[in-house]
C-alpha cells in the first residue's frame, strides 16, 4: 500500500489546478486520472470552440495565449498538458479508481486496478462527461446510436438524426451539415436552447428557416430501428428514415460512486452533494469535491472559468488542518 497525504481524483483543468496548490504548500499529493491528461476535453468534439475566453480557462494565472479570443479544443489540450508536465506534476494516467473507502481511523483507502493507497485527504474532481444521460428507448443500443461526437467526416452523406439542442447538439449539426450530412434536428422543448453560444445560435436558427437543416420542436425519439426513426411529434407519430443518431443530451456525474463514499445527496432529482462552501468539504470529514461535480444534474452551474478558486480554498483548508494537528 502506498502512502500519500491527499489523493487527487481526477485530471481535469480543476484537479490540475488542485495539485499546484498541493505542490505549493509542500503537501505530498498525487493525481490519479483514468484516462489522458484533461480526459474529458481529449474528448470533446475535434473542432470545438470553448464559450469562455482563454483568460478565463486560465490555471494559476499561468497565461494561455490562443489565436482567437476563445480557444479550441486543440489549444487547451497544449496548455494544460504543458502546465502539467513543465510544472513535473505527481499524476498516474490511464489508472482508474475502483473504490474509495473511509476506515475508522479517518484515513481513506483508494483502490484502483493498478495500485491500492492510503491518505488522510480525499478530493473528488471527476468532472461529469463520462456518464450520458441516456433516453431509455428501444434501440438506443443500435451501433448506429452515438452519445458522444468527434467528428463530422464520419457522416458525410448520411441521414444524421441530432438529438437535443444545447451548445454540443447545435455544434454538432451544422458542422455534420456542413460536411455534407443530411441533417434532423429532435428538439424536446420549443426552440434552441438558450445557453447556446450567441455566435452560433443565429446560424442554426437560420439553417432551419431556410430548410438546410430539417428541425422537429416540441418532438420525442420513441424507437430507434436499423434504417428509422419513430417519432412524438406535436402532430402525432412520425416515422423518418435514418442512418445514424447522436444522442447528445448531456451527462451527469457519478452519483453512486460519491453515495458508496458517503456523501450525502439531495432527496429533489437534482442529486446535489452537501458540502460547505467555504472549505469544500462534504459531509464526510476530510473529504472534498472540487469543479462540475459540485452541481449535481445541474451541470451548467459549475465549469473551469468559475471553479479554478476550488483548488485555492480546498488546499487552504487542509493546510490549516495540518498546521492545527
Known sequence: MIYK??????????????????????????IIEKGTIVNSLFNYPMNMQFFSSSEKLEIDNIPFISKEAKPKRNEALEYYRRIVTSNDLCINLFEKVVSTEKKENGSFVVTTEKEIYSCKYVIVSTGFYDMPNTMDI????????????????????QKLAVIGASNSAVDAALECYRKGADVTMIVRGPEIGRRVKYWVKPDIENRIAEGSIRAFFNTTLKEVKEDSLVLDTPEGGKTIKND??????????????LEKIGVKLSDDGKFYPQYNENTMETNQSNLYLAGVICGGMDTHLWFIENSRVHAKIILESIAKKEKNK
Request: contains cysteine; positive net charge; hydrophobic residues 40%.
Open 244 to 257: 445514424f443518431v447522436l444522442a447528445l443530451t448531456g451527462y451527469k456525474p457519478n452519483f453512486g460512486f
Open 138 to 157: 428501444k434501440g438506443e443500443n443500435l451501433p448506429k446510436v452515438a452519445h458522444y461526437y468527434k467528428d463530422p467526416h464520419f457522416y458525410s452523406m
Open 5 to 30: 497525504d491527499l489523493i487527487i481524483i481526477g485530471g481535469g483543468p480543476i484537479g490540475i489546478a488542485c495539485g499546484l496548490e498541493a505542490k505549493k504548500k509542500d503537501i505530498d499529493y498525487l
